[in-house]
């Protein structure tokens, strides 16, 4: 079964107020990131090339340091079918020091035969990670955090925010009982990527320690959130989530 990971999947830091696609060349290195704002984006969602649903990637500011990540995914033609499930995934998290420091996270998995929950709370003070519910035993225990530890939605608005021409990127991913590095290389120079009636100049965001599974970004300057996301499995394309439109929300 493959599985989605929005690992927005979305890095979002170019934020803008409101906003649909545009050309743009990518911020220069030395700019500092702007700050985050609250967004909604919405995808197409492909499998193997063909249309099999939508997803909703929202951020909203919930007051002071604290902010919450929502993404939802709902399949249709088959997609709920191929992952097994529909998902709903929400991230509270603190943005501060330019880290994004996640606080709790659940996760609810939907199908016809299926329902999962999972819930989880990093706990900073304690430098403890711990989740409940729907998992294997050996992921029911506690993770240590390390500074600059995030989930994977976290770390799609990292790598937005991260992204220069050339640059590697490095992120210790740690959800669901799991923790692991996940490493990015950002492309040289940005290419034109065609997402429905729209073009964008966009840099290629790739990972490259996943083995047979790729996870593919491209991050255009100016798009608070990846204009596509690929995932491909053993050199074959799979879960391909492409930009419809996004928005600033207050």
């Known amino acids: 079964m493959?599985?989605?990971?929005?690992?927005?999947?979305?890095?979002?830091?170019a934020w803008l107020p409101s906003g649909h696609a545009q050309d743009a060349a990518p911020a220069p290195d030395a700019a500092a990131p702007p700050?985050?704002?609250?967004?909604?984006a919405s995808y197409q969602a492909y499998n193997e090339g063909k249309l099999a649903g939508h997803a909703t990637m929202r951020v909203v500011h919930n007051g002071g340091a604290q902010w919450r990540a929502d993404l939802g995914i709902e399949g249709s033609r088959g997609?709920?079918?191929?992952?097994?499930?529909?998902?709903?995934?929400?991230?509270?998290?603190?943005?501060?020091?330019?880290?994004y420091r996640p606080l709790s996270q659940s996760t609810v998995r939907k199908g016809l035969f299926l329902g999962k929950k999972v819930l989880g709370v990093y706990d900073w003070?304690?430098?403890?990670?711990?989740?409940k519910g729907d998992l294997k035993k050996e992921r029911l225990k506690p993770i240590a955090l390390q500074d600059g530890d995030?989930?994977?939605l976290l770390i799609d608005l990292a790598i937005i925010r991260d992204a220069v021409?050339?640059?590697?990127?490095?992120?210790?991913?740690?959800?669901?009982?799991?923790?692991?590095?996940?490493?990015?290389?950002?492309?040289?120079?940005?290419?034109?990527?065609?997402?429905?009636?729209?073009?964008?100049?966009?840099?290629?965001?790739s990972r490259v320690n996943g083995g047979n599974d790729e996870t593919i970004?491209?991050?255009?300057?100016?798009?608070?959130?990846?204009?596509?996301?690929?995932?491909?499995?053993?050199?074959?394309d799979g879960i391909d989530l492409r930009l419809t439109e996004y928005q600033g929300v207050n």
């Open 79 to 99: 997609f709920a079918g191929i992952l097994g499930l529909n998902i709903q995934q929400s991230t509270v998290f603190d943005d501060v020091g330019e880290q």
């Open 165 to 205: 021409p050339g640059k590697r990127l490095q992120y210790r991913f740690v959800e669901l009982g799991r923790a692991r590095d996940h490493i990015y290389e950002v492309a040289n120079e940005s290419e034109n990527v065609q997402v429905g009636e729209l073009s964008y100049a966009a840099l290629r965001v």
């Open 2 to 13: 493959k599985r989605l990971l929005l690992t927005a999947a979305f890095a979002l830091a």
């Open 217 to 236: 970004f491209w991050v255009a300057d100016g798009v608070p959130t990846p204009v596509r996301i690929l995932q491909r499995e053993n050199g074959q």
């Open 150 to 152: 995030m989930n994977g």
């Open 35 to 40: 700050a985050l704002q609250p967004f909604v």
């Open 125 to 131: 003070n304690a430098r403890s990670a711990q989740w």
